[in-house]
């Protein structure tokens, strides 16, 4: 499977700032998506970033807040805007690696580490 | 709307007390079912995909079956690093996940 890499891994940063999240991956891919995962809860899809298009944003997730940048098949970038405390959550990048998992159309996702993000 | 939904939402067990978690799904079109274990601080490891009713996976001491409706992860004869949060995700186009079942195994 894929070995994927989140840069920070943690970072507590002060309400109004913005935070990049780093994550490479040690393959091309296609398909990168990032998901938020607030305390004690699920993953949540917050937009799907494919390599020379727009990311597409689930619903209640816009731009602004949280752009993503796709340059090339390896690397994207997830930036949280204008922090407050609620967006204070583990935020997890993945990858479809298609070609890589042996004995079925290779729809699994693989996730990197996760960056644990508080806001004060 | 869909939905998926994981029960319990919390399993004690002690190590050698065989267990099921239980992933039910109200999903069209579904393309695949996947479970996941997540350890604290750490982001999901992929464990199964199931594709089609009826079909099983197994892997040491976890076995993930699929129905029409819903999955089942057994866990036989646990020990206590099978302790973590087990997560299952249905895949329609994108995937959506269900809350999860901590489950803490005691020597």
């Known amino acids: 499977s894929a070995v994927i890499s989140q840069k920070p891994s943690r970072d507590i940063c002060q309400r109004g700032t913005s935070l990049t999240i780093q994550c490479q991956v040690d393959s091309q891919v296609t398909m990168m998506f990032w998901y938020r995962q607030q305390p004690g809860q699920s993953l949540t899809l917050i937009a799907t970033?494919?390599?020379?298009?727009?990311?597409?944003?689930e619903s209640g997730f816009v731009i602004d807040k949280f752009p993503i940048s796709r340059p090339n098949l390896t690397f994207s970038t997830l930036t949280v805007s204008n922090m407050s405390p609620e967006d204070s959550s583990i935020y997890l990048c993945?990858?479809?690696?298609?070609?890589?998992?042996?004995?079925?159309?290779?729809?699994?996702?693989?996730f990197g580490p996760g960056t644990r993000l508080t806001v004060l | 709307e869909d939905q998926v939904t994981q029960s319990p939402e919390a399993l004690r067990l002690q190590e050698g007390e065989s267990s099921s978690l239980n992933c039910s799904y109200t999903?069209?079109?579904?393309?695949?079912l996947f479970w996941y274990r997540q350890d604290p601080g750490k982001g999901p490891e992929f464990l199964f995909t199931?594709?089609?009713a009826g079909e099983e996976k197994e892997k040491e001491r976890l076995k993930a079956t699929l129905t029409k409706k819903e999955s089942f992860l057994h866990i036989t004869a646990p020990k206590p690093e099978d302790s973590a949060t087990y997560l299952c995700?249905?895949?329609?186009?994108?995937?959506?996940f269900g809350a999860g079942t901590q489950v803490v195994v005691t020597p």
């Open positions: 199931l594709y089609s």
């Open positions: 995700a249905v895949h329609r186009g994108k995937f959506q």
């Open positions: 999903v069209s079109g579904l393309r695949g």
């Open positions: 970033a494919n390599q020379g298009s727009e990311a597409t944003y």
């Open positions: 993945s990858v479809e690696d298609r070609f890589r998992v042996a004995g079925g159309p290779g729809d699994e996702q693989f």
